[in-house]
């Protein structure tokens, strides 16, 4: 597997799309409540691409992973109900979702080795992130990753689960 990193552009989008359709259906059939709500749409994942926050893993020409990627903007991080570890510059990525053939390859595990060179290329030492109390999968990986629980943010009416790696 010799995945490339890249910016997301706008011919992605339909490939994008389904990506995260199919995640929407998985969070749903494993009981989870996130995503159930119309969010994400393919609005909010074009206003990712034109604003530059949207990547991809790609494996050939196949969109493997999609994520949102964004330097200190976060706004709801403010309020966080807990403590973070730090209170510097982060990264914050967003609507991480993996394309069915790929799931239980370790591609998302990948993704999260590529975002935290990204964190790195900007020397940026921190990567925040949430998830919804019912994401066992995300949860998961949050563990193996290293990521430290930090408290709940709210999103949309409902509490999240906020982690963060500090990565020296």
């Known amino acids: 597997m010799n995945p490339t990193f890249r910016k997301a552009t706008l011919d992605d989008l339909p490939q994008i799309w389904i990506i995260l359709q199919q995640a929407i259906r998985r969070r749903k059939a494993d009981g989870s409540v996130q995503w159930q709500d119309g ?92 998830t919804n109390f019912d994401n066992a999968a995300m949860l998961h990986l949050f563990a193996q990753a290293g990521y430290v629980y930090c408290g709940e943010v709210y999103f949309r009416g409902s509490a999240r689960l906020a982690f963060e790696k500090v990565l020296r």
């Open 39 to 130: 969010y994400p749409n393919p609005e909010v994942i074009e206003n990712d691409i034109i604003n530059g926050n949207g990547y991809v893993l790609a494996l050939n020409d196949s969109i493997a992973v999609y994520c949102a990627i964004l330097l200190n903007d976060e706004p709801e991080y403010a309020n966080l109900r807990g403590e973070w570890l730090t209170e510097a510059d982060f990264v914050v990525f967003h609507r991480i979702a993996v394309a069915e053939e790929y799931i239980g390859q370790g591609i998302a595990k990948a993704m999260f080795g590529y975002i935290e060179t990204f964190a790195l290329q900007h020397e940026i030492y921190s990567i925040k992130a949430d």
